[in-house]
T-cell receptor
């Protein structure tokens, strides 16, 4: 039981490049979500999913896409990276009625 | 919109002292409340989950209380140790979403 696995752990992108942050969980959790953590701004919700095939926007969705084709995976796509997307990204999951489990994070720098 | 506030923002105590961390939220219609610990450069580790129907939850030296009517939760850490130094985050669970406080950074001096 690996919990929530995020890859990569670190990434440097050039402005305008695209990339996908991977998130996988092996706990059969219904809910999955992506957060970004910035100094002085705390943790903010980007996108979330309440089940396979169902996604919705959170507080700061602009510049990001998600899809959920399976229960296990919830990738986050940066369409055209901008320096404002430099952040630490966390994926989290839970089953309804229980608490959230977080991944170890992806530290992204856009130059 | 749910607003979560944590006071104090930082706390420094000598080893052995009890810690009291406060969390307040504006909307009492919550599902659950969860306390996390975050070490520098690391992810979030869940400490305690309090269901909305519960008044408190305990795990070892940690005890968390919840008063929905007043919009408050308190995390107590007994007999603090240097290893307790970290940032503690309070998060309110509104079904699909977590609303986080800014955290309390704790330093326990040996």
């Amino acid at each position: 039981n690996a919990g929530v696995t995020q890859t990569p752990k670190f990434q440097v992108l050039k402005t305008g490049q695209s990339m996908t942050l991977q998130c996988a969980q092996d706990m059969n959790h219904e809910y999955m979500s992506w957060y970004r953590q910035d100094p002085g701004m705390g943790l903010r919700l980007i996108h979330y999913s309440v089940g396979a095939g169902i996604t919705d926007q959170g507080e700061v969705p602009n510049g990001y896409n998600v899809s959920r084709s399976t229960t296990e995976d919830f990738p986050l796509r940066l369409l055209s990276a901008a320096p404002s997307q430099t952040s630490v990204y966390f994926c989290a999951s839970r089953v309804r009625g229980d608490g959230y489990t977080f991944g170890s994070g992806t530290r992204l720098t856009v130059v | 919109k749910q607003e979560v506030t944590q006071i104090p923002a930082a706390l420094s105590v000598p080893e052995g002292e009890n810690l009291v961390l406060n969390c307040s939220f504006t909307d009492s219609a919550i599902y659950n409340l969860q306390w996390f610990r975050q070490d520098p450069g690391k992810g979030l580790t869940s400490l305690l989950l309090i269901q909305s129907s519960q008044r408190e939850q305990t795990s070892g030296r940690l005890n968390a209380s919840l008063d929905k009517s007043s919009g408050r939760s308190t995390l107590y850490i007994a007999a603090s140790q240097p290893g307790d130094s970290a940032t503690y985050l309070c998060a309110v669970i509104d079904d699909y979403k977590l609303s986080f406080g800014a955290g309390t950074t704790v330093t326990v001096r040996a």
